[in-house]
Structure formats: C-alpha cells, structure tokens
C-alpha cells in the first residue's frame, strides 16, 4: 500500500485522522482510501478527545452560530444551542470506548436525560447474518420510549445506518442524532449526521460500485478488503 496520510482535526489538532490511498474493496463499494481508526476507537486518550468533539458538535449542531464559536462545551450547554434529551447511545462498528467516552462528556455538561436514574444507556446492537440490527427482550426498554444518539466509525453511503434507524423506529425509539468519526454524507434519511471528519477532510474520497470501478476497469488490483474494524491485505 502507498504511504499513509495524516489529516488533523480541525477541531483539535490532538486528533488526526490516517489515511491511506490505494484501491480497497469494502462491503459494498470500492473505495479509494482505507481509512484507519484503529487508534481513535482503541486508543484511551484518543477515544475521549473524540468523545468529547462528538460532544460538542451534537450539542451545537454542527454548523454552529458565529457567536457561539470558541465556546467550550459547558458554555455551549449553558446557551441551549441544542437540548434535545439523550437517554440511550447505541455504538456501533466497535465504537464502545467513545460511546461510554460521549456519556460522560454529556454527563459532565450537564445535558438532559429521561432516564428515572439520570445516567444514560449505552448499548452495542446484535446484527444477524443479514446485517439487520435485532434488539433482544432485554434491550427493548432502553429503545423503546428513548430519544436515541447513534455513534459510529463511518457514515459512507447511509446505507446500514438508513437500516439501524429503521430498527430504531420500529422498537419506539426516537433518533436524535447521528454522531461519526468519519461522515462521507451530511444526512441520513431526514437526519443531520455530525462527523468529527467530513468529506471536507478528504475531498478526493469516493466510493465506486463494484461493476463500475474505474481503477478495476484500468487494470489497478485491490490493495486490501476494508471495513470499519480494519484491513486484510490480499
């Protein structure tokens, strides 16, 4: 594979985003980038700071008032800029680390919860062989009745996301937010997706179908098969 990039944050420069350029295949599409969060999920320090970004973005609601910039979190809570309640956040591709992360940070700010305990839920969905997310008995009551924060490694095309609202809505749920390290996308459905990075931090970044890949047709072999958990080389 070619050499990695490193894209900061522009956030906070303590996050960096690495980047690969090559030609990968990824569960649905062909990609021209691996995108590596391996230490931004699994990393300690790294998983808070992106808590704490994912944090601040959902309460401001990304594109943030003029006036409101520069504000810390605390001060941001304290304006209204966003209180929609969180009573569950649900992680998915192996985001559990920042999702307890994102609790706290909303915990500390003093952000509101329905929850009878005042604490939030944070849930890792079962997903069967069809990629359907399934929400056991014992699940039910932190969905049903919840306004609902989802957290994720990638929004690519809002496919398995579009599928996860679905679940969520079906189970009486309230989504709330759509909360990722890397959003290719701006909107799911009809809902806002806050991204730590976006497609603005990676413009040539695209996504080829498998039958209409320009690198395949030009004869470029797969570097690697990618997904959200990381790479195998071929």
Do not use: W
């Not at 704490?52 to 520069?70: F, Q």
């Not at 014992?138 to 989802?150: D, E, F, H, R």
């Not at 579009?162 to 079906?170: N, P, V």
């Amino acid at each position: 594979m070619k050499e990695q990039i490193r894209i900061p944050s522009k956030e906070n420069d303590k996050l960096v985003l690495k980047v690969t350029p090559g030609h990968f295949s990824s569960d649905r599409f062909h990609v021209n980038y691996y995108i590596d969060m391996s230490s931004l999920k699994m990393r300690q320090s790294e998983a808070k700071l992106v808590a704490k970004v994912m944090a601040e973005k959902y309460v401001r609601k990304v594109k943030i008032n003029a006036h409101l910039k520069g504000y810390n979190f605390e001060n941001l809570i304290e304006t209204g800029a966003n209180r929609t309640p969180v009573d569950t956040i649900i992680c998915m591709d192996g985001c559990e680390v920042i999702g307890a992360y994102l609790a706290e940070e909303l915990t500390a700010g003093g952000f509101p919860s329905n929850n009878k305990h005042k604490s939030f839920y944070v849930i890792t969905p079962e997903f069967d062989n069809t990629g359907q997310m399934v929400v056991r008995n014992n699940i039910q009551p932190m969905i049903k009745g919840k306004n609902v924060l989802v957290v994720l490694a990638t929004a690519m095309s809002g496919h398995t996301i579009s599928k996860a609202i679905g679940t969520i809505l079906a189970h009486g749920g309230k989504v709330t937010g759509l909360s990722v390290i890397f959003a290719n996308v701006d909107r799911v459905d009809e809902y806002p997706v806050y991204g730590v990075f976006t497609h603005e931090d990676l413009p040539n970044f695209k996504l080829s179908d498998p039958h209409h890949c320009e690198d395949c047709e030009a004869g470029i072999p797969l570097d690697a098969v990618v997904n959200s958990y990381g790479y195998q080389m071929l």
